[in-house]
């Protein structure tokens, strides 16, 4: 039976043995130990692992049931000793591939992390342009007041409304340089 490669445990049930039996002939004869299988802890994937903290409604959107961060509420888990976002999570499910820039839910569905429902950067610049462009707020403009070129720095509120991105970084640093 240690020949076939059978597991101590399976071995020392068949013929009624001590289980250390198996173990301590397997020694002796010089065979190495038959791999343990994955013990079932912690074998859960990232996939697996987040869809544990959703829980679907109607629509196919998902509301996170899991921790949020104390200081901006963002969803989080924690995964191979690490804690990772959900969001960006459901945007490499989805997608495949890490996000560029951060990740926001963009349906109308606040907080959603459904994988389908979320963007990284260009894809929300992507989808809020095509906003802006349905609801006659694109601007033709091609640069803003500062000269950043519109095509590189333009940016979509939720809404649709275009601003652009570089000037609000701008205006943020110099808020947190002030306070
Ligand atoms: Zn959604
Ligand atoms: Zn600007």
């Known amino acids: 039976m240690l020949r076939s490669g059978a597991a101590n445990h399976t071995i020392a049930r068949e013929l009624g043995l001590d289980k250390a039996t198996p173990a301590r002939y397997r020694a002796a004869l010089g065979m190495a130990p038959v791999p343990r299988s994955a013990p079932n802890r912690c074998t859960l994937t990232l996939d697996e692992k987040f869809r ?24 989080v888990f924690s995964f191979a000793g690490r804690t990772v976002t959900a969001r960006t999570v459901a945007f490499q499910l989805a997608r495949g591939g890490a996000p560029e820039g951060y990740v926001t839910t963009e349906c109308d569905h606040e907080g959603c992390v459904a994988p389908e429902h979320v ?8 989808l809020r342009a095509q906003l802006a462009a349905l609801t006659g707020q694109e601007s033709t403009r091609t640069a803003c007041v500062r000269g950043h070129a519109a095509a590189e720095h333009r940016r979509y509120l939720p809404n649709g409304s275009p601003y652009c991105g570089t000037c609000q970084d701008m205006a943020k640093a110099a808020g947190r340089a002030a306070a």
């Open 52 to 75: 544990q903290f959703v829980r679907v409604v109607d629509g196919g959107h998902m509301e996170w049931v899991g921790r949020h961060t104390k200081s901006s509420g963002t969803p």
């Open 119 to 126: 963007e990284d950067e260009p894809g929300r610049n992507r």
